[in-house]
């Protein structure tokens, strides 16, 4: 599928394939500070170097170089561009650079589709941890220097893997679910990339859904309420439109991942639908099938829609 990207994506991610002067793809040798995010068994992974003009107080070191090394895909490469371009043209100390997140490089690029917001805070949590890798280099006591949590951040991020696809935690789904307002699980998936696979993590118990309505209470489940079925007023064809456009909701996440799934026949309650691309041939399939797709036309559609895959 083509993604809506702005131009400026675009022209970044040729620009920096190509190797065009002022890009930034590659590695600092001997770095000031390294941090990496994601990992290529998910499908995304980043590192990111950085250099320092070193001043007599550590605190005052400012960034003047940034490279980085992305697998990944034209978002993840742009992004990339982006964060490293900011960190560069702004002159930051690396405390102030914690101050960039992901809103910055959006903006810088002029937005990002959705599904692909994922790749901007992956350069927002590269660059954290590049910056504790510099404050333990550099002797820099980051408590003391008024970053709320330092290098115990990322330890605390450790605990119970949630989403088991992208070995994402809870308490980092907890930290980053309130950091970035994300109400939905759909912007969860978007942002963090949970539940974005086989989708199992999902409505489980103790999964994504629990969390965001232990993290936003009531609001939470407000959002994500069923809408109110109207089958009873309904056309077979008006009700195969919504069906689709409800599968289309979540075919964003299965071609991140080189499947698709398609809408074959309508009878009743029961939804036939094709998985096609990777998907076809995924050990997962049912799992997808079961705590994606049926899962949500059951919450979009109707309670009592099954799926049956053909
Ligand atoms: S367990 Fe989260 S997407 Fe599979």
């Known amino acids: 599928m083509s993604w809506d990207y702005t131009q400026k994506t675009k022209d970044l ?21 390294v941090g990496e995010h994601g990992s290529i068994v998910c499908g995304d992974a980043l590192k990111l170097t950085f250099r320092v003009e ?16 992305t697998f990944g895909c034209t978002s993840a490469i742009a992004a990339s561009e982006a964060l490293c371009t900011i ?28 599904q ?24 820099v006591d980051l408590a003391a220097a008024g970053v709320k ?49 086989c989708g199992a993590c999902r409505y489980a118990p103790g999964g994504i859904q629990d969390i965001l309505n232990d993290i936003w209470g009531a609001e939470a489940a407000a959002v994500a309420a069923p809408a109110a079925p109207a089958a009873a007023a309904e056309s077979p064809f008006r009700r195969a439109q919504r069906i689709n456009e409800a599968l289309e ?25 094709r998985l096609t691309g990777a998907c076809a041939t995924c050990p997962g399939a049912q799992g997808t099938l079961a705590a994606l797709v049926e ?10 829609v099954d799926v049956i895959r053909v």
């Open 295 to 304: 899962k949500t036309l059951r919450e979009r559609i109707d309670p009592t």
């Open 87 to 114: 960190l560069e043209s702004r002159r930051l100390t690396p405390i102030q650079a914690l101050s960039v997140t992901n809103a910055d490089i959006v903006d810088f690029l002029g937005g990002l589709p959705q």
């Open 13 to 33: 991610f040729l620009a920096a394939v190509q190797g065009r002067e002022g890009t930034h793809l590659g590695e600092i040798a001997s770095p000031d500070g």
């Open 116 to 139: 692909k917001i994922h790749c901007s805070v992956m350069g927002a949590d590269a660059l954290e941890a590049a910056v504790f890798d510099w404050a333990q280099r550099r002797g």
């Open 149 to 197: 949590r330092g290098e115990e951040k990322l330890a605390e991020d450790e605990g119970r893997i949630v989403c088991k696809c992208f070995a994402v935690t809870e308490p980092y789904l907890r930290r980053r679910i309130q950091e970035l307002s994300l109400h939905t699980v759909e912007e969860v998936t978007n942002a963090l990339k949970a539940g974005g696979m």
């Open 249 to 273: 909701s979540v075919r964003g996440n299965l071609r991140a991942d080189g499947g698709n799934v398609e809408l074959v026949d309508v009878k009743g309650n029961k939804v036939f639908v």
């Open 54 to 69: 070193k001043a007599a107080n550590p605190l005052d070191d400012v960034i003047v170089e940034a490279k980085y090394l």
